[in-house]
T-cell receptor
Framework: DTGVSQDPRHKITKRGQNVTFRCDPI?????LYWYRQTLGQGPEFLTY????????KSRLLSDRFSAERPKGSFSTLEIQRTEQGDSAMYLC???????????FGEGSWLTVV | RKEVEQDPGPFNVPEGATVAFNCTYS??????FFWYRQDCRKEPKLLMS???SGNEDGRFTAQLNRASQYISLLIRDSKLSDSATYLC?????????FGTGTSLTVIP
């Protein structure tokens, strides 16, 4: 257990519904990342926060995706109007000092039916 | 061009064998390098950082060649428990870029 927790661990939703995932990073970590991973692929970067500021966002991220980290602690990732192609594992990772490694939560599995 | 490229394998090796994985990265400005291990349907976990001088952790040895933009991982005396996917990871700026992973199965 790395200390990064994600909720829910599994979510099955119907196409067109909205879903929200939550990530609680390691408490002293100011960096937080969201990634998406599908089978046979490595994690794909979605967005990055340093404290409460969203500093980077993938160009591949459509307008249906939004992330927040309102108080620089936990973060949420919302997907609106889900599509079947959104089915994946959504991973959250946190890190301390820049340049240091990052630690992942167990991931949130999304299945869109 | 992808930021990080790895041979996806799969590598199937007998117990006790030595196996090597390679990885190349495209951005010469990348500043930090890592190997992560990922078990099936689990999250990636840090295996080791990679330093220019090379570094070793038990049966695992990592090497970095900045001139060639090449990273390697050597596993000696493979154990059944080493079966996993090994992800090459490069930090460029604030972003960690992951390779697609190399699948290893150690056979009894």
């Amino acid at each position: 257990d790395t200390g990064v927790s994600q909720d829910p661990r599994h979510k099955i939703t119907k196409r067109g519904q909205n879903v929200t995932f939550r990530c609680d990073p390691i408490s002293e970590h100011n960096r937080l990342y969201w990634y998406r991973q599908t089978l046979g692929q490595g994690p794909e970067f979605l967005t990055y926060f340093q404290n409460e500021a969203q500093l980077e966002k993938s160009r591949l991220l459509s307008d249906r995706f939004s992330a927040e980290r309102p108080k620089g602690s936990f973060s949420t990732l919302e997907i609106q109007r889900t599509e079947q192609g959104d089915s994946a594992m959504y991973l959250c990772a946190s890190g301390g000092r820049v340049g240091n490694t990052i630690y992942f939560g167990e991931g949130s599995w999304l299945t869109v039916v | 061009r992808k930021e990080v490229e790895q041979d996806p394998g799969p590598f199937n090796v007998p117990e006790g064998a030595t196996v090597a994985f390679n990885c190349t990265y495209s951005n010469s400005a990348s500043q930090s390098f890592f190997w992560y291990r990922q078990d099936c349907r689990k999250e990636p976990k840090l295996l080791m950082s990679v330093y220019s001088s090379g570094n070793e952790d038990g049966r695992f040895t990592a090497q970095l060649n900045r001139a060639s933009q090449y990273i390697s991982l050597l596993i000696r005396d493979s154990k059944l428990s080493d079966s996993a996917t090994y992800l090459c990871v490069v930090l460029t700026g604030n972003q960690f870029y992951f390779g697609t992973g190399t699948s290893l199965t150690v056979i009894p």
